[in-house]
């Protein structure tokens, strides 16, 4: 129904900057609220942000509160994850999801998932 492709992920320094991208296609983008997940070496993934269908409202973990700002345009069917003051914890593999719940933060209530962007913060 949709597919998923992040990108914009890379190698940065401590307290740098990135924005990643989740292009999509297929079912009409506004009919998903989308999150964003990552998950580090040897680890298990985790909750990032989500945003709601019409951007009317956003949540964060609280690792990245305040660091991070997710938003999206239905328009162009893309969502991004503004990432700033980026620290080495944050180092992962990134992945954008998308549901079709009204509102939830668990991995498995995402039905799509794209391929992930590694982003990885130097020390």
């Known amino acids: 129904q949709v597919q998923l492709v992040e990108s914009g992920g890379g190698l940065v320094q401590t307290g740098g900057s990135l924005r990643l991208s989740c292009a999509a296609s297929?079912?009409?983008?506004?009919?998903?609220?989308m999150g964003w997940f990552r998950q580090a070496p040897g680890q298990e993934r985790e909750f990032v942000a989500t945003?709601?269908?019409?951007?009317?409202?956003?949540y964060y973990a609280d690792s990245v509160k305040g660091r991070f700002t997710i938003s999206r345009d239905n328009a162009k069917k893309t969502m991004y994850l503004q990432m700033n003051r980026l620290k080495p914890e944050d180092t992962a593999v990134y992945y954008c999801?998308?549901?079709?719940?009204?509102?939830?933060?668990?991995?498995?209530?995402?039905?799509?998932w794209g391929q992930g962007t590694q982003v990885t913060v130097s020390s």
């Open positions: 297929g079912r009409t983008f506004s009919d998903y609220r």
């Open positions: 945003i709601s269908r019409s951007s009317g409202s956003t």
């Open positions: 999801a998308a549901t079709t719940t009204g509102w939830t933060i668990q991995i498995t209530d995402y039905a799509y």
